[in-house]
């Protein structure tokens, strides 16, 4: 069953004007099959296949030759210097649309060769795992809490009814996570790097501590801060940032760190059941990372600036979630308990007192959480995380 993207429309309008379409995102995020979807007439090119890249790395002119234009490319970091090639093609055609549609799942190379090659000739897309609301248009209802963190949002394990979801994302991230860090760079000790992602799953949520990092895995720092770079380049983890009014101010400046994925984060955390979830220290921390994915994905769905951050001052004082539309804030609470209280909005209530210039006053802000009621409590939006689509929508 085909789930429709959020996207299409974007996509489908920016390639009336732009000769090349570049999709990037997580391996298994859909980009194929989006692109396949949108593009059914053009030529589809698997650049994960030796000979296919062998072919197109030793012949380049040959490869054009022999399957023209209108292509899907996927996997296009596999072959950069493919990128050249195509400037030539679509600076030769320049008044023909989508010419060429590019998938990759590294945006490090495939970003640099982009920006020296194809600038100002592509369209850049996020494809990122389903949204709730792309999944609640396909009739999938979105599960209750500790269910739907392990189940994630990986397109295959709702278009494969019979998979196993624990072992679906433990074979991804030994296929994929760890299959793309090393095409990139080489990993002395593989042991090590598999720890280094276990720590950051126990870190989720939390502001990210390279030192700490460091001192756990007694591996430079330096390497640390490698491997961050290229897990966010490969779309596995997400750096939300601080949000400050001044860069003199006296607050934290360090991003927290989120999977964008809660599947992956789980298997990670070795959580398999919703019994071991509810148990589990870190559940609030991964409910978190689930709606301020969804928050993202909001963003990323109609190729707007992401616009989120997170707030926390030396006193004390944080906000889970920030909403910037037209420069004014949106706060908002993430708990993951079933039931709401008055205490929960203490932070909220102080942020608005202390930033009152900075604050949308046609939006109030409030608390997502775990509970099925809808309301108004205390002048605060209190949202079931199942109904959160479209609040961070904007007009920006």
Known sequence: MYIQRKLEPQILLLAKEYPVITLVGPRQSGKTTLARHLFPDYSYINLEDPQTRTFATEDINGFFKSYGSHLILDEIQNVPTLLSK????????????????????????????????????????????FSMAELTEAGIA????????????????????????????????????????KQITAIQDELVFHKFLTLLAGRVGNLLNYSSLSNDLGVAKKTIERWISLLKASHIIYLLQPWFPSRTS???????????DTGVVSVLLGIETENQMLRDPLRGNLFENMVVM???????????????????????????????????????????????????????????????NYLDTEKSG?????????????????????NTAGLFLGTT
Not at 102 to 114: M, N, R
Not at 148 to 158: A, D, E, S, T
Not at 331 to 337: A, C, G, H, L
């Open 86 to 129: 195509i400037q030539v093609i679509v600076d030769e055609n320049e008044q023909e649309p989508a010419q060429f549609i590019l998938t990759g799942s590294q945006e490090l190379k495939v970003g640099d060769s982009i920006a020296q090659s194809l600038a100002g000739r592509t369209s850049l897309f996020t494809i990122l795992p």
């Open 366 to 386: 409030g608390l997502i959480y775990a509970g099925n009621e809808a309301c108004t409590f205390l002048g605060n939006s209190v949202t079931p995380f199942q």
């Open 250 to 260: 006296t607050i934290v400046k360090t991003p927290k760190l989120y999977f964008h």
């Open 142 to 181: 979105i599960q209750t809490r500790d269910k739907q963190i392990l189940h994630g949002f990986m397109p295959r394990v709702y278009q494969t009814k019979t998979l196993n979801t624990y072992d679906y994302y433990r074979n991804y991230i030994a296929t994929y996570v760890e299959k793309d860090v």
């Open 294 to 356: 969804e928050a993202l994905k909001q963003r990323v769905n109609i190729n707007r600036p992401e616009n989120l951050y997170f707030f926390k001052n030396s006193n004390g004082l944080e906000v889970d979630l920030l909403f910037q539309d037209q420069r004014l804030l949106v706060p908002y609470e993430i708990k993951s308990s079933e039931t709401f209280s008055k205490d929960q909005f203490t932070n909220i209530v102080k942020f608005r007192k202390t930033y009152p």
